[in-house]
């Protein structure tokens, strides 16, 4: 089922004054974006995803809980660590409901910028729900380690010569372990109907590659996700990593054998849990073609919600921001069981 929960559906918006050297429409119209294609999967595919998933469910991650850090939104804020593939221990927060136990969890990802104690991705979608919020490898303060970048160019790049070094693969891992470690804090929430998994830009990539493989999660909500249809991407310019990536191929275009096995929308093709897309029409970082290809291979429920602009300011952010909480509320009300 697919949902079209914004007036951009109904026509084109007027375009959006910038400063950029490029269109971040890319001349699509929404019907165009609508039309925008998943990328043919590699032949082992699904069995390199399936060989990275099984190595992390078999991490003991070991996850530590610190002392109280904060309390919005209805939930408590506290530092958490957890062994993700590799040994490596990343950290990073757990909410916790103020009164009574969890009925519901969440992972929730990260965009590229990282993420610090200040701007937690909260509030939550449903009350008296738990999540936990992990710093990926290379990433903020939490998920800092020595040879990983920790900024967006260098950290995209990481690794990329073969698909068994690629960072993109380990940062999914971490998403894995971090379900991981929620689950042994909160066992009853685990394969329970009431895991879901918010993220955004990265962290939304992140998901549409992590997810397919990993049977725990009823419900995802993906925003304005990259690494969608590579071999487009790499034809658009933007101001995110993944001008980093297009710089790199210019100079080793045997790099699209390596990305094949991570994009976000070739592995959308095999994510048949209930999504939530919210997808940019206009988005100087992250281009709107890869965003929608996400969307338009999804095989299983699915709703969309268009946005007017991602990774910009514009007058109808905060009506639309709102918008966005009140879907996913409902969304996630409905998927996930009480």
């Known amino acids: ?97 103020v009164e009574g136990p969890a009925e519901h969890g969440f992972v929730v990802g990260h965009g ?40 967006a160019d260098a950290h995209v790049l990481h690794g990329i010569a073969s698909r068994d070094t690629y960072v993109i693969g380990d940062c999914a891992a971490d998403l894995w372990c971090a379900a991981s470690a929620l689950g042994e804090l909160l066992p009853h929430l685990g394969g329970s109907g009431r895991l879901g998994y918010l993220g955004e830009s990265f962290g939304g990539g992140l998901g549409a590659l992590a997810l397919p493989w990993d049977e725990r999660f009823a419900a995802a909500q993906l925003t304005v996700p990259t690494f969608g249809n590579h071999p487009l ?32 929308a070739t592995a959308a093709a095999r994510l048949e849990l209930p999504t939530l897309v919210a997808a940019a029409l206009f988005d100087p970082a992250v281009p709107p073609p890869g965003q929608f290809a996400v969307h338009n291979a999804l095989p299983g429920p699915r709703e969309l919600l268009v946005l007017r602009a991602g990774h910009f300011r514009y007058a109808e952010e905060a009506r639309e921001a709102a918008e966005l909480r009140s879907l996913r509320e409902r969304f996630f009300g409905q998927w996930l069981r009480p």
Do not use: K, N, Q
């Open 1 to 97: 089922m697919t949902s079209f929960a914004h007036a951009a559906a109904a026509g084109s918006p007027p375009p959006l004054a910038h400063g950029f050297p490029f269109d971040p429409s890319h001349g699509r119209t929404l019907d165009a974006l609508l039309r925008t294609p998943a990328p043919t999967a590699p032949g082992d595919f699904a069995e390199f995803w399936a060989a990275r998933y099984a190595e992390a469910r078999a991490v003991d991650t070991a996850p530590e809980i610190g002392p109280a850090e904060g309390e919005r939104d209805g939930v408590r804020l506290h530092g958490v660590s957890f062994t993700s593939v590799g040994g490596v221990r990343l950290g990073g927060w757990l909410a916790l409901p």
């Open 112 to 151: 590229y910028g990282g993420r610090e104690a200040a701007e937690p991705d909260l509030p939550l979608p449903l009350p008296r729900s738990a999540a936990i919020l992990p710093c990926v490898r290379g990433m903020g303060s939490r998920g800092a380690l020595p040879g990983v970048p920790g900024d």
């Open 233 to 264: 991407r790499l034809t658009l310019p933007c101001t995110g990593s993944g001008e980093s990536v297009r710089a790199y191929h210019r100079g080793h275009p045997a790099v699209t054998d390596v990305l094949r096995y991570f994009d976000a």
